[in-house]
Structures are given as structure tokens and as C-alpha cells.
DNA sequence: TATTGTTATACTCTATAACTATA
DNA sequence: TATAGTTATAGAGTATAACAATA
């Protein structure tokens, strides 16, 4: 079984007592995430926006279910939003040759430009404000965000 | 200095890779934050009023100012918020004595019921999704949350 | 008939600009 | 004149309900 570090005894963490930090933390941190995708003023997107485009990019051609799915909103949603992209010219739009109720989507060559800027700013900016923090804060920081993705991100539901 | 288990070799976490962990992990988090919080139907709150109503409860008399630096929006955003909880029942206004343009914001005993069966209900099914983790994975999320704890929310901005 | 997606409608969240009241 | 707050307006994000088109 996994030894632990003999130095100092460590206080079990509940899975209430995380909740409770997850709940009053989470919040504070987006402020950061959003707050770093803004910076870069006249070439923005909303947190949303990033999700949306980022997931298209990366599938080959995804349906707006998929989007919606991944994105964790409805239908209308993930319709209204995409066609936001589109109108902004950052994805495109085809119909399924094999099931025409299906539109694929895909992000334009614009779309990807955008997308690259807007990550490389805000991961640009985020790192700036922990490279205050030390070596071992940092490995904690990861650590915390992989059990985090595990949970939440991996596994979705139950 | 912190001595590390022997273990295995560990691969140092750059800012940038936690930047880049923070924004594909913290918006899925965020979700499921907010699910829990739906959960209860009929008995919700939307997470920036739960922020809101959180602050204000756990300050003595806040200012609508005071809330809007807070959960980080502009007063006119604050404003109808506020006022939004204060048709809910939530929240009450007195005019400060000392100053009168300032408004002192409390909690009513409805808003503070409300407020804490929601922040129980949510954190229960999120403690019941973290219920799965090992206790290593759990206080790895800790100890995570520990540093965002003290990176944006102890100190927001450099 | 079931599924994919859109349209209609309504609310919250959010900002900027303009205003009111008080200091 | 400066500050605290509100009102007006506009747009994004969100949901439910109703609809269209296709399987």
C-alpha cells in the first residue's frame, strides 16, 4: 500500500471537507480564468466560446449534440452559440452526407488562429501569477488538478 | 527543506503546464459545481447568487460595493443582483446612517435557510462523487485546492 | 415513431453609459 | 467635485416548449 511520507502526520481529508473547499474556491479561480482570457483586449472569447471552439477543434467533425453534450448544455444552447461562431466566422457548417439531420461542424482557419491566440494569452497570463508560487506548490497545484480531471473530467456521471 | 518520498522520479510542474491543466480542467469542475447546486429542484440558486448571498452572509453589513469587488462584477451587475435576492426575500437594504448613499446589506432568516440548505445539498453530492477517490487522491485534491485557495482567492491580483 | 436540430420565449448575468443622491 | 448606487440598454448564456426535417 502506498507509505506515506513519515514527517508529519497527515489530517485525512474528507470527501465533505473538499466539497466545502471545492465550493468556495472553484468560484474564485474561474474569476482568474475568465479574467485571463479578457486580457487581451479586442481579441476575446468567453469562457464558452473557448470550450466550444477548442472541442470542435480538436474532434474531426462534431455534431452540435456532441457539443452540447461536452459542454454540458442543451440543444438550444450549443445551437445558439455555435451559430454565434459562425456568424463571427470562426466555425463552418455542413450537412452530414449520411444523416442530413446532422450539421458537422469545423473551425475555420480564423476560428483556429483565434483559438491559438486566445490559449497562448491566457495560459500566458495564468502562469505568470503562479510562477510566484514554489516548486512544491506547483506539484501540489498538478496533483490536485489531475484528481480533479479524474473526477470530473473523465468520468463525468455515475 | 521539504523532504520528498524516494519513490519515483518526479517531473517538475512549470507554471505553464498548470496553466494549461487550469484551463481545460477548472470549466468541466465548474459544472459539475453547478449540477450539484441544481440538484435540489425547486430550492436552487445560480453560483453567482449563491456567492453573493454567501458574502454577504457571512459580513457583518456589506455594501453593494463591497459585493460587487467580491465576486469580481461591476456595481450596476451587483445592483440587480442584490436586488433580485431582495424580491426573493433573500437579502434586506438599510440605508447606512453614517453615509446615506451606502446601502447595508444583511441576510434574512429565509435567505439564510435557504442559503444553507442549498451549500448542504451541494456539497453532499459533490462530497458523494468524491466518495470514490482513495484517500491519496483526496488529499492531493486538497492540498490543490489549498494553492488556488491561496493563489486567487488570499491574493487576487498581484 | 424517434432523433437531430432550430425557433420562440423568457430569465439571469454581465457590461457601459447616463443619471441621482449624498459627501 | 468625487463617490455610492441605480436605471437604461444591450448582448451572451441558459433553459423549456414547440416545431421542422430526416431516419
Redesign the interface.
Known amino acids: 500500500m502506498?507509505?506515506?511520507?513519515a514527517?508529519a502526520p497527515?489530517p485525512?481529508?474528507?470527501?465533505?471537507?473538499?466539497?466545502?473547499?471545492?465550493?468556495?474556491?472553484?468560484?474564485?479561480?474561474?474569476?482568474?480564468?475568465r479574467?485571463s482570457m479578457r486580457e487581451h483586449v479586442g481579441e476575446e472569447l468567453s469562457?464558452p466560446q473557448f470550450?466550444c471552439l477548442?472541442f470542435i477543434a480538436r474532434e474531426r467533425a462534431p455534431t452540435v449534440g456532441a457539443v452540447a453534450a461536452f459542454?454540458?448544455v442543451t440543444m438550444p444552447t450549443a445551437s445558439t452559440m455555435i451559430d454565434r461562431l459562425v456568424r463571427a466566422g470562426a466555425v463552418s457548417t455542413a450537412v452530414d452526407p449520411a444523416d442530413r439531420r446532422r450539421s458537422l461542424l469545423q473551425v475555420t482557419e480564423t476560428g483556429r488562429a483565434r483559438l491559438r491566440r486566445i490559449?497562448q494569452g491566457?495560459?500566458?497570463s495564468?502562469?505568470?501569477?503562479?510562477?510566484?508560487?514554489g516548486?512544491?506548490?506547483?506539484?501540489?497545484?498538478?496533483?490536485?488538478?489531475?484528481?480533479?480531471?479524474?473526477?470530473?473530467?473523465d468520468a463525468?456521471d455515475?
Open positions: 502506498p507509505q506515506r511520507a514527517s497527515r485525512a481529508a474528507s470527501p465533505e471537507d473538499c466539497a466545502t473547499a471545492l465550493l468556495d474556491t472553484l468560484p474564485h479561480a474561474m474569476d482568474a480564468l479574467a469562457v470550450r477548442a459542454i454540458g490559449r491566457a495560459r500566458q495564468l502562469a505568470q501569477e503562479l510562477a510566484r508560487l516548486a512544491d506548490d506547483l506539484l501540489a497545484l498538478q496533483r490536485g488538478l489531475d484528481v480533479l480531471r479524474s473526477t470530473f473530467v463525468p455515475t
